[in-house]
Nanobody, 123 residues
Framework: QVQLVESGGGLVQAGGSLRLSCAASRRTFSNAAMGWFRQAPGKEREFVASISWSGGVTYYADSVKGRFTISRDNAKQSMWLQMNSLKPEDTAIYYC????????????????WGQGTQVTVSS
């Protein structure tokens, strides 16, 4: 399994930006599709974005399309989520995860997970 560690969360005002990072512990990172999910208090975890192993194909939830950008660098075993124009409803714990299935929005298709990083957007 790939071990993942997220970082970069924090408190930001509405309209601001944050960049989340996900560092992987093994080179198998380069063979896996990767994704970001988030879970707000009292809500189920939801899909945010995913990216193919090559980085050439990306998917986004409608709620973040046009504001968030997912990217990766296999040589650095790292993935990022650039979040712009943040809204209070983006407040959640953000998780990175790996999957053998590109484009899946189902958390059950993701086998390795990080511990999460808190993002709080104030109004």
């Amino acid at each position: 399994q790939v071990q993942l560690v997220e970082s970069g969360g924090g408190l930001v005002q509405a309209g601001g930006s944050l960049r989340l990072s996900c560092a992987a512990s093994r080179r198998t990172f380069s063979n896996a599709a990767m994704g970001w999910f988030r879970q707000a208090p009292g809500k189920e975890r939801e899909f945010v974005a995913s990216i193919s192993w090559s980085g050439g194909v990306t998917y986004y939830a409608d709620s973040v399309k046009g504001r968030f950008t997912i990217s990766r660098d296999n040589a650095k075993q790292s993935m990022w989520l650039q979040m712009n124009s943040l809204k209070p409803e983006d407040t959640a714990i953000y998780y990175c995860a790996s999957s053998s299935r590109l484009g899946s929005t189902n958390e059950h298709d993701y086998g390795s997970w990080g511990q999460g990083t808190q993002v709080t957007v104030s109004s």
